[in-house]
């Protein structure tokens, strides 16, 4: 099976710190994707790659961005937390060539607080 | 742009009787379409995707859901809900060639009771 692990489930940071969530898929997917989850909202997408050292901006980057120096790790970094990405952060990946018709595989989730 | 509607926040259904979530999607070309379920505090797990072919698609659990492409539709159904059919349930779509852009709707609460 396909897996997706998140390193965090439950984050609480306060405002103004560095927040890193990692992300890392055991499946050889080219694709990452990092949304974020709000009630009544849906799922928007943040940032995705389809290639080590690529990344293209989704719907909602501002206040973020992204690492990926290997296939398999994708990293979704908030360099100075505020209170409104307060949120529950899903990653998720997938096969990469470009008429793919597969599945998103998701993590867990981290949910994080900031104070 | 592309676009998913899933014009319910909630949906009711007793334990035994069959169930509908809706969702009606718009797209500029041919589209990929998906239903995901999320269970509380989990990440989405995919239950089945329509991409080509018959317009009834089979999933996990049961589900099915069928491809309208006049109403521009992709319901979700089950013949026979259970009480662990209670879960929050996302429609996504994706054009072809855009392996990247999955938009997703804002989710519907499905609620089986005993």
Redesign the interface.
Known sequence: DVKVTQSSRYLVKRTGEKVFLECVQDMDHENMFWYRQDPGLGLRLIYFSYDVKMKEKGDIPEGYSVSREKKERFSLILESASTNQTSMYLCASSFGLAANTGELFFGEGSRLTVL | AQS?AQPE?QVNVAEGNPLTVKCTYSVSGNP?L?W?VQYP??????LL?Y?TGDNLVKGSYGFEAEFNKSQTSFHLKKPSALVSDSALY?C?VRV??N????T????TTLTVKP
């Open positions: 998913v926040d990929y998906f995901y505090n989990r990440g989405l797990q995919f995707k991409i996302f996504a072809v060639f392996a990247g852009k999955s997703f709707g804002d989710g």
